[in-house]
């Protein structure tokens, strides 16, 4: 298996490298620029359902899908079969292409509520999550767990079973144990067992940065891949991995054109928020984008006193002309 067109449910998508959920990243304006680069289908940051149940006006804004946004999966966290599918009807009339359930986060504050990856040691719970959400909708669902809590656990094949059973069209499956949080090595062998016993597409994520690393998981028999922190930064990632796997010789991006993307990025931000606010909320991320690029530890440090757009352009735009020089 490698880079082709996929189906998720009745959705064809043009390829099988995905943007996975980020919260505080993957908002519209990342989104686009994530399409643009090619990703075959983006994810939203993850909403509430019960936010969503008591009416909150941000998670409704954050449900909002832009007309230039699709293929788009929209996520929802949550504990409740009924309010989430709730959840899923708000977020299929907001625009979203497929609906995707969050059963991965290892955020503490999201397990104490019962949700997030809380739902991997409730399989049956999960499992009528699945059911009631499908029932509420007409368009594609999909869920998102971990390999296992620790080190050692595998729960993915259990997982996997109840979800494509419960009518799941497609799973990612996060390599990494929830223990592990975003960090340390991904268990190949785990994802290839899960992926074997579903007929569903398995789609891998986990530590993916380069071509090679799309191609093991690939070879693991993930029908696909999803790239969470490289595309942060890199947008362009998807179009340059496909590229490399169909046998093509990709340029790597460098760090001016990095800093050149943050600039459109916190445009298109600036256009959603305001010329301040859109500057103030990229601090979320700038940590992500600026990592490994030289200077990139001070640059981040001025990032966090620029006040409005033009500020930060002046900055970014005085590394990118002294990038040149050396
Ligand atoms: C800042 C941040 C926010 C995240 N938010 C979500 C989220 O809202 N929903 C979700 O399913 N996963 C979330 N994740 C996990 C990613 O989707 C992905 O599974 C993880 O980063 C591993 O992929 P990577 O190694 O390619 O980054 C988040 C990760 C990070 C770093």
Sequence with gaps: MTVRKIKIGGLELKNNVFLSPMAGITNSAFRSLCLEGGAGLVAGEMVSAESLKYLSKKSF??????????????????????????????????????????????????????????????PLLLGNIIIAVKKSVKIPVTVKF?????????LSDLLAKTAEESGADAITVHGRPVSRMHNGEVNL?????????????????????????????????????SIGRAAVSNPRIFSEIISELDGNISEHTGDCDKVKTLIRFLVLNSELYGEVYGVIRARKLIGYWLKGLRGGAELRKRFMEMKNLNEAKALLLQYIEKDKRL
Aim: hydrophobic share 45%; net charge positive; with cysteine.
């Design 61 to 122: 804004k954050m449900l909002k899908v832009s007309p230039g946004e699709h293929p788009i999966a929209v996520q929802i966290f949550g504990a409740d079969p009924e309010t989430m599918a709730a959840a899923a009807a708000h977020a299929q009339a907001a625009g979203a292409d497929i609906i995707d359930i969050n059963a991965s986060c290892p955020v503490k504050k999201i397990l104490r509520s019962g949700c997030g990856a809380m739902l991997m040691k409730k």
């Design 146 to 154: 971990r390999v296992g809590f620790t080190e050692k656990e595998n």
């Design 189 to 225: 062998d785990f994802l290839n067992k899960a992926a074997s016993i579903v007929k569903v597409p398995l789609i891998g994520n986990g530590g993916v940065t380069s071509a090679a690393q799309a191609r093991e998981m690939f070879e693991a028999g993930c029908a696909g891949v």
